[in-house]
């Protein structure tokens, strides 16, 4: 039997915490830090916890020592550097949430630590932990397709999503959240990218896009600040703070953290009137703080000549991811939410191709989020506590590093209208 302790228990801290509940012959979660009153009271009931396991900062909890065998930390992006170091030094394991960090100083900085104290440290990479990755990843295994050449990877991020997150939400400036779009959206596609293609190294990126639509010159005329307050043009608005948060009441884990309670105790009166007043996302979507683009491209060119290349766009009306790998020998193409892809091959007889469906469907359960990832993901880090051998999918620190610094590029070239930026470290090697 492990004990966990959590480090944040937002609403990714609720998921893996629910996940390890269903292992309790494994797996016992044993203290919290978590600054919120009501977050960190309803971690201590939920689990059990005694008193003084229970802590506001990292800072506290360390200073008691080691009090569980491993950490589970889900805080925000700007946090995962301050909380993860002190933990680590005292001889925790750790699930830690993605991105890592947003500079290469930092993410190597934590890897060294990691090996310094001999930190069993995995980060959540969930997507490779579904059912549609693991199975692409296999046929790429088995050579079927042969060597790869060229990746080809979206990410459509849905009108609601992008408003609660990206635009309206917690995750739509780069200063307040500490992550570009592509780093706290797309770090899992890059990732899958390098993962797939690892017989290679991430050498070469180029990257462009900007934030185009949800800007306040493209507002509607006459448009107000908030959506409830001084609008008129608010019921005609397809991007209404009423139509997503009051008549459909997307994501009430974050349009109604601001209460500080169980989404499904707000009543309507009160969710009407924390829009009309200081809640983010009662805010004019034209009208906000967000800085982080809406679209972007990214060009990856690898040690042995491969190709990828990954585009994102946020605010279309159907999300999903897909993915296209052409190999020497053949290619998969797929949608990662119809849980299905198809593999062909050259066929000599016919000089075209045939193809065979893998069919996933019948592998994810409608409540299993992440498309099966999360499940699987907690699955994975139990294993690794208890030392049995990792699953395909393993996303220990030293194999997530390549994604994150094709990232660090990315964005770096982006900020320089695309000016292909060498994935180096500072001493002019590559990293082997």
């Known amino acids: 039997m492990k004990t966990l302790l959590l480090v944040g228990f937002g609403d990714r801290g609720h998921v893996y915490a629910a996940e390890a509940e269903k292992h309790p012959d494994k797996v016992r979660i044993a203290a919290i830090v978590e600054p919120d009153d009501f977050r960190r009271n309803e971690a201590k009931e939920r689990f059990g916890i005694a008193e003084e396991n229970c802590f506001t900062s990292v800072e506290a909890c360390a200073a008691k020592g080691k009090i569980a065998d491993a950490v589970i930390n889900t805080t925000m992006d700007r946090l995962h550097i301050v909380t993860s170091l002190p933990l680590i030094a005292l001889g925790y394991d750790m699930l830690l949430e993605k991105p890592v960090t947003n500079n290469k100083e930092e993410l190597l900085q934590l890897e060294k630590s990691a090996a310094e104290h001999g930190c069993k440290l995995m980060v959540c990479h969930v997507l490779r932990y579904t059912p549609f990755y693991r199975a692409i990843k296999e046929v790429v295994l088995s050579g079927e397709i042969g060597r790869i050449v060229d ?49 290679a190294a991430p050498a070469r990126v180029t990257s462009m896009g900007g934030r185009y639509f949800f800007v306040e010159k493209n507002a509607p005329k006459n448009a107000g600040t908030r959506c409830l307050v001084d609008c008129p043009v608010e019921k005609d608005c397809i991007y209404s703070a009423r139509k997503l948060s009051l008549e459909h009441d997307f994501f009430p884990w974050l349009a109604w953290d601001c209460f500080k309670k169980d989404p499904s105790a707000v009543t309507m009166e009160e969710k009407e009137a924390s829009l009309k007043a200081d809640n983010v996302h009662g805010r004019c979507i034209f009208k906000t703080d967000a800085d982080v683009v809406d679209r972007q491209t990214v060009s990856i060119r690898f040690s042995d000549g491969s190709l990828a290349t990954h585009g994102m766009i946020a605010g279309v009306a159907k999300a999903g991811r897909d993915i296209h790998i052409v190999g020497t020998l053949g290619e998969v193409q797929g949608f990662l939410e119809e849980n299905k892809f198809v593999v062909r091959t050259y066929d000599p007889e016919t000089l075209f191709h045939k193809e065979r469906t893998v069919d996933l469907s019948q592998n994810v359960g409608g409540e299993d989020r992440h498309s099966g990832g999360d499940s699987r993901l907690i699955e994975d880090f139990i294993r690794l506590l208890h030392g049995e051998p990792l699953s395909v999918s393993s996303t220990v620190i030293q194999d997530s590093v390549y994604g994150h610094l094709t990232v660090f590029a990315a964005d770096e070239s982006l900020e320089k209208d695309g000016e292909p930026v060498d994935i180096v470290f500072e001493d002019g090697g590559k990293r082997k």
Do not use: P
Not at 175 to 191: Q, V
């Open 151 to 199: 990746i080809q990877t979206n990410e459509f991020v849905a009108l609601c999503h992008a408003s609660h997150s990206y635009i309206r939400g917690k995750w739509n400036n780069r200063e307040k959240c500490g992550s570009s779009m592509l780093l706290a959206k797309c770090c899992h596609d890059i990732d899958l990218i390098c993962w797939l293609n690892n017989t």
